[in-house]
Structure formats: structure tokens, C-alpha cells
């Protein structure tokens, strides 16, 4: 069903309130969310609203939590999250990366001891709009197999990378053949996984959702997506001080304590002795955008291109009937 974008921004932030967080952190949470709807990545929109409340009510969230840099030296520095709502840390790490950016160049903040933050390509998007050159990468708790193997050891560890550039580039993808909020939206929906993409609870491939959340989703792209993954999971877990592999809890059943990590970088391109680095990409991905497409393809779209958009232009979002009774009911049945 459709729905206004303000009313679905209104309820969600209502849900938020109604269980003891602030004004200004519901706002926030309800706007990352009701994004994603609008940029048609259901996976991380409101579909995550009733995993959000379930982890404030197993005292997963501190509403009044205290976000601190607890370690710094010069563009580097990491962020004690104080368990705040996951785009409420992220929100301010991005902001500390551009603080950072422009007094050294570049800002590289690690997060820990926060929450779920949604999409992640939310935040380099803000970071690009700013005029930085923004990357973000998270880990996630174990749903991946290593390259080789069966057992799920990795999370579905994704990375966004934003450039301040006019067409929009912002990528922002999973380092799973499919990522894990998909999976939750196709079994909310009816729809099967694409073949390859996943391994039930027996190791066998399946394309049921049900039986790849009891299994394992396969990394992308082989062994280039495994060792992609294994990257992600060492540097947005080990280096900012959280956990990695097995040790991480509480993005997907947020009724456990959040270990995860994450990592923000934005880049001044007028750092690099480039200063027009911005007019020169934006004329490079224009000159892609010309290039000839391939038979049946209409244009050639670039990443975060078309979503960025529809996330400018909408003013409803499509919301599946039974999540969205679900939501819209009174805060406290939720």
C-alpha cells in the first residue's frame, strides 16, 4: 500500500517515543528508515521498525546514552556509541568524520557500542551532499560462509561509498550475493532468492528465505566477496575495538546486546591537491552515462543514482498492508 511519507515518519517516530526515546533520536531513526522505503530498499525500511523495538525493550537501547570519542590522534578517532539507537551514533561518527576532514584533510571514526544504523549508504550520501568523499563499511552478526566452507562465520558485511558528484554516485551494497535484510523482505513477501545465493540448514542450496535465515547466505562474487568480507569484518570490528565473527550479536536478533562495529571516512578531495576534483569525476561519470548500452538496456544508471531520486522526488512510500497494520497500531501493541 502506499502512504503519505510524513504519516509514516510521524507513526514510526510515535512508536520510538512512546518507548522512552527523545524527540530529536525518533525523528532521526524514523527519517533513516522511511529513506529506505522511499529509495525502494524495503530490506532496511520500516520492515526493521518492530526489530528496533524489540531490542529496546530487552534493554539493548540507553535512550540517554552518552556518545563519546574515546580515542583520538589527529584525523583518526573512535566513538563509544553509549548504545544509542544505531543512526543516531552513525548520524554523529559522520559528522565527526567531516569535523575531522576538515581540519586534517581526512576523518576516519570507528563506532562502538551502538545499534542497527538501517542503510548504510544514508550516511556517505550525507557525507557526499557535504562535498566529502565518504566510505562506510559495518559488520553484521554471522550469516556467510568463508569462501570453501558452510559454517556461517561472516556477516553479510556491507560497504557505501559516496562521491560528491553531480550525476550522484553513491554506492551501497551488501558483500552477499544477497543481503540479509532481502531475505526478510522476500519472506515477508512471498518471493523466492534468487538460485546460488544461499545454503539451507542441511548445507544444500535453496532459494526458500525461511531456510537460508536457518542456513547461510553465500558471499558474492566467490572468493573476491569472501575476502572483500573478511576485510570489512576485521576493520569495522577489530581495529574500532568491537567484535568480529561469532562474537558479533544483536543486528539481526536485536533481543541480544549489539557488538558490532563500524567504520566512517570522508575524505576533503581539496586535501589531495585536486580542487576541482568534483567537476572532473562528475564530467567522468557523465561521459560513462553516454556510453553505448548493451542490447536491451534502456540507460546506463550509476550506483545510488536512481534511488537518491526517488528518495528527492517521493512524497508516499510502498509499505507491505500487514507491516504497515502492524505499525500503525497503537504504540504500545507494536
Known sequence: MEVDRERAVAVAADVFRTRGIGDADAELTAEVLVSADARGKHSHGLLRLPRFVRGIEHGNVDPDGDIRVVAERGG????????RLGPVVASEAAVEA????DEYGIGTVGVRNSNHLGMLGYYTDRIRTEGYVGVAITNTEPAMPPYGGTEAILGTNPIAIGLPTDPAFN???????????TVLYRQETGENLPEGAALGPDGEPTTDPASALDGTILPFGG???????????????GLVGAAMGRDVTGTYHTEDPCTKGDLFVA?????????????????FLRELKRSEPAAGVEEIRLPGERSIERDRTATVVEIEDDLWAEIARPADAV
Do not use: C, H, W, Y
Not at 567531516?98 to 576532514?101: G, L, N, V
Open 223 to 237: 572468493a573476491k566477496g569472501s575476502g572483500l568480507t573478511i576485510a570489512i569484518e576485521v576493520l569495522a570490528g
Open 76 to 83: 583518526a578517532g573512535t566513538i563509544d556509541g553509549g548504545s
Open 171 to 181: 554506492l551501497d551494497m551488501s558483500t552477499s550475493a544477497v543481503a540479509r535484510g
Open 98 to 101: 567531516m569535523d575531522r576532514a
Open 267 to 283: 575524505i576533503d578531495p581539496a586535501a589531495m591537491g585536486v580542487p576541482n576534483f568534483p567537476d572532473q569525476a562528475s564530467a
